[in-house]
């Protein structure tokens, strides 16, 4: 049975590409069935803006101006980055009491999967008939139960083709090329920089992820082997690598409310390979000059206009609309997942319910077995049968064939 009330949708933690394509799916459908939705708040800054009664009302917006909104990036109803405490989840659960609010939509990673299994508990420990539902969203695609996460494959997109970017450059230039990409605990991202690969010498050369550690000298053995085959060497460096038993490899410093250390927004990673790269490179080849740049991603990764999967954006837009619809069912609270249903041609996906506590705050690795042994690149075979159909069509690449030339 579904308990009529308000609607609250908020957004959280690092946005995407296509994070307002879940939400607009939220307020179309819940617009759609004014019996059991009557209002349809949305949250300015998630659970700090339910607190502090920020909201907007979705029915006083421009119908065709929402589809325009979906089509953007970032969060439109803004972020938020607020621990769950037991505190904060007591009042917004007050807050929705005193608004009638029945449906809570969430929309973000494990942090807000947690912080609505939180809310979700305390409300039924308080016998208030609330609906929460969690819609997935993270570039890292780290998110467990889902097959896959929307937000992952338009930043998946952006990182494969930034890479062929450099590639080109780095073809044309010559010397060693590191890039640094989100990923604190998984290497789903970083990994798709292999889609950059169309000639058999392409760039990304070597690959390291969170799933092995990193070692500063088989980093260097790695580099100095690519170097001497092909006199360049272009690398895809994970910001989550870490020594063994998790050991920093650069420890900023900084934490945020769930205690997560600060890895983007600095290039204090790359900067440190480098650096540790050039000396190692001066001891294996004293007097070589060695031409050694890095480059750190960061947040372009998020939220890059223009560079979106349609897949992703289309997946999004479903994971909205299939809270909504589960929420009608009686479903009771939990979080949206996709399950693949086909492969390459045939690819697609259904929708399910899975508990917030299967989602809440832990997070799922990339298997390790789709890195190699030595865990310096990925099992090409193992990973892109799973990427190709969420990433879509890339730029087409070409060579000059070089006839007559002294050397290609």
């Not at 979906?70 to 005193?98: D, I, M, N, Y």
């Not at 092909?230 to 769930?258: K, P």
């Not at 790269?277 to 070589?288: D, H, I, N, T």
């Amino acid at each position: 049975m579904v308990n009529p009330g308000n609607v609250v949708i908020g957004q959280s933690g690092g946005p995407t590409a296509v994070i307002n394509q879940t939400l607009i799916g939220v307020v179309k459908a819940a617009l759609a069935e004014p019996k059991y939705f009557r209002k349809v708040y949305g949250a300015i800054h998630g659970i700090q803006g339910i607190i502090d009664e920020n909201f907007c009302d979705f029915a006083l917006e421009d119908p065709a101006n929402l589809e325009v909104i979906a089509g953007t990036p970032s969060a439109a109803l803004k972020s938020v980055r607020l621990k769950p405490t037991p505190e904060v989840c007591s009042q917004v659960l007050e807050r929705f009491k005193q608004h009638d609010v029945r449906f809570f939509f969430y929309i973000g990673g494990n942090d807000t999967a947690e912080t609505a299994h939180i809310i979700n508990e305390m409300a039924a420990q308080d016998g208030y008939a609330l609906t929460c539902m969690h819609c997935p969203k993270t570039i890292d695609n780290d998110l467990r139960v889902t097959d896959h996460c929307p937000g992952y494959g338009s930043a998946a997109k952006f990182v494969a083709q930034a890479f062929m970017g450099d590639n080109l450059d780095n073809r044309s230039m010559g010397g060693i090329k590191i890039n640094v990409v989100m990923g604190r605990n998984a290497g789903w991202l970083t990994a798709a920089s292999a889609l950059a690969r169309i000639f058999p010498d392409d760039g990304p050369h070597l690959i390291y992820c969170p799933e092995s550690d990193f070692s500063m000298p088989q980093f260097g053995g790695d580099v100095l082997k690519v170097y001497q085959r092909l006199g360049r060497c272009v690398i895809a460096l994970s910001e989550g690598i870490h020594g063994i038993g998790g050991a920093d490899i650069v420890d900023l410093g900084e934490t945020d409310s769930h205690g997560n250390k600060q890895l983007s927004g600095s290039g204090a990673l790359g900067d440190y390979v480098a650096a540790q790269l050039k000396s190692f490179l001066g001891r294996a080849q004293p007097g070589a000059k060695h031409r050694i740049r890095a480059d750190t991603f960061g947040y372009l990764q998020r939220c890059f206009p223009g560079v979106t999967s349609e897949v992703d954006a289309a997946e999004a837009r479903l994971a909205g609309t299939a809270a909504v619809a589960a929420a009608l069912a009686g479903s009771t609270s939990g979080s949206i997942a996709f399950r693949r249903t086909g492969e390459g041609e045939q690819y697609g996906i259904d929708t399910f319910v899975t508990p917030l506590r299967s989602v809440a705050k832990e997070t799922k690795a990339m298997p390790r077995d789709w890195l190699n042994a030595a865990g310096n690149d990925v099992v090409e075979d193992r990973l892109m049968p799973y990427l190709r159909p969420l990433v879509g069509r890339l730029p087409a690449i070409g060579r000059l064939a070089m006839k007559g030339a002294k050397q290609a």
